[in-house]
């Protein structure tokens, strides 16, 4: 089956400093990547859709200068948080479609858990 | 009111035990997710239905698209079955609109 992988797994960094998340399709193209956000007990929430070759669409209330996605190949997505403060702390997820099938069918990765000191 | 609503939020059960998690949706969709996410954070995708029934182990889920009703079943219960299980509607853009989930705990 379509395996979608994150690195890294976690990390942690101090607050201020940049993080970068990679989301990539290992054995299918992605034409669109979706980025998640999950804090403790929460459900999943959609920060932004990620185009190949094109800008990324945010949804309402992320702030697109501090969470900048870039879409530069077919299989890999990248998140970079900046200037992280510890508020930024939560399980980030991305989840892949499938380019060319018609079917809404996603593939998650398996999550990056972000600790910002 | 959330678009997607699922119960129970918890359930804890004993090992062997049918299981059935309900997801209701007040948007008419063309299909409907299950997901599966584990304690460590990782997420799989256990169906995506459009209508009827679809079986995988002893996984079952099925959909009413005109009650916009899908109940996702597990029969003879394992420990490992443990986890949180989402449901999740696709909108625009294939964008999906999640459950609160219901979180599994599976006793021996």
């Known amino acids: 089956g379509a395996v979608v992988s994150q690195h890294p797994s976690w990390v942690i960094c101090k607050s201020g400093t940049s993080v970068k998340i990679e989301c990539r399709s290992l054995d299918f193209q992605a034409t669109t990547m979706f980025w998640y956000r999950q804090f403790p007990k929460q459900s999943l929430m959609l920060m932004a859709t990620s185009n190949e070759g094109s800008k990324a669409t945010y949804e309402q209330g992320v702030e697109k200068d501090k969470f900048l996605i870039n879409h530069a190949s077919l299989t890999l997505s990248t998140l970079t948080v900046t200037s992280a403060h510890p508020e930024d702390s939560s399980f980030y997820i991305c989840?892949?479609?499938?380019?060319?099938?018609?079917?809404?069918?996603?593939?998650f990765g398996p999550g990056t858990r972000l600790t910002v000191l | 009111k959330n678009e997607v609503e699922q119960s129970p939020q918890n359930l804890t059960a004993q090992e062997g035990e049918f299981i059935t998690i309900n997801c209701s949706y007040s948007v008419g969709i063309s299909a409907l997710h299950w997901l599966q996410q584990h304690p460590g954070g990782g997420i799989v995708s256990l169906f995506m239905l459009s209508s009827g029934k679809k079986k995988h182990g002893r996984l079952i889920a099925t959909i009413n698209i005109q009650e916009k009703h899908s109940s996702l079943h597990i029969t003879a219960s394992h420990p490992r079955d443990s986890a949180v299980y989402i449901c999740a509607r696709p909108g625009t853009a294939s964008k999906l609109t999640f459950g609160t989930g219901t979180r599994l705990q599976v006793t021996l």
């Open positions: 989840s892949a479609r499938e380019a060319g099938l018609e079917t809404d069918t996603q593939y």
